[in-house]
Structures are given as C-alpha cells and as structure tokens.
Nanobody
C-alpha cells in the first residue's frame, strides 16, 4: 500500500515562500488523489489543495487560492505544495494524504476522505 512522507517545513518570515514535498513509497502515488492539509493547535485539519491521479482536477481552498500551487512529479513519485506570500496564520503542521480518485471532485478538501497520511511537517511563519 502507499505510504507518504512530508518534508520541507521550517521557519520563514511573513511574505516569504516555502516548498513542501509529499514523497510516496510502497506504491505509485499517481494511482491516487493527493491532498495537502494543515492543522494548527486547537483547530481542525484544514484542506488546502488536492490533485487527481491524472492531474485533470485540481482544487484549492479560498484561503490559499492564488498563493499556493500543487504539482505532481510522477518520476519522483511525489506531489509538492509551493507556498508563496506566507502569513503568520499559516503556522501549522502540514500533512499530505492519499485518497481514491472518486472523492476528489466533490470532497477533495475533506480530510475524512483520505486513507493514507504522513507524519506531517512543521511550518512556522514569523511576523
């Protein structure tokens, strides 16, 4: 089965950019829809972006649209999340998850639809 692992988190200043990677192993990540989520302390896991297995469907939450970009790299078996103009409210643990493609069109940003999760990577944005 697919295993995913996040990397690329760190400490940045407000307005800077960061690129996260979700690396797949054990199976082909391009057989699944992949989503990026974040969870701040005391808050629910928030869906940010998702991409279908064939890259034809990409969705973003309103909070990140225009600033975040999700990209799949089939050769690397990975999906990245490029984040720009980061704000202090973006401080959270960022997770990637894998889901069946059928959920992506209507429930792609719903964390409950995802079955494989990584351990998360911390992103801290200082103001």
């Amino acid at each position: 089965q697919l295993q995913v692992a996040e990397s690329g988190g760190g400490l940045v200043h407000s307005g800077e950019s960061l690129r996260l990677s979700c690396d797949g192993s054990g199976s082909r990540a391009d057989l699944y829809a992949i989503g990026w989520f974040r969870q701040a302390p005391g808050k629910e896991r928030e869906g940010l972006a998702c991409i279908s297995s064939n890259d034809r469907i990409i969705k973003y939450s309103d909070s990140v649209k225009g600033r975040f970009t999700i990209v799949r790299d089939v050769a690397k078996n990975a999906v990245s999340l490029e984040m720009s103009n980061l704000r202090s409210e973006a401080t959270a643990v960022y997770y990637c998850g894998a889901a069946l493609d059928k959920v992506i069109e209507w429930q792609g940003l719903d964390a409950r639809q995802y079955v494989f999760w990584g351990q998360g990577t911390q992103v801290t944005v200082s103001s």
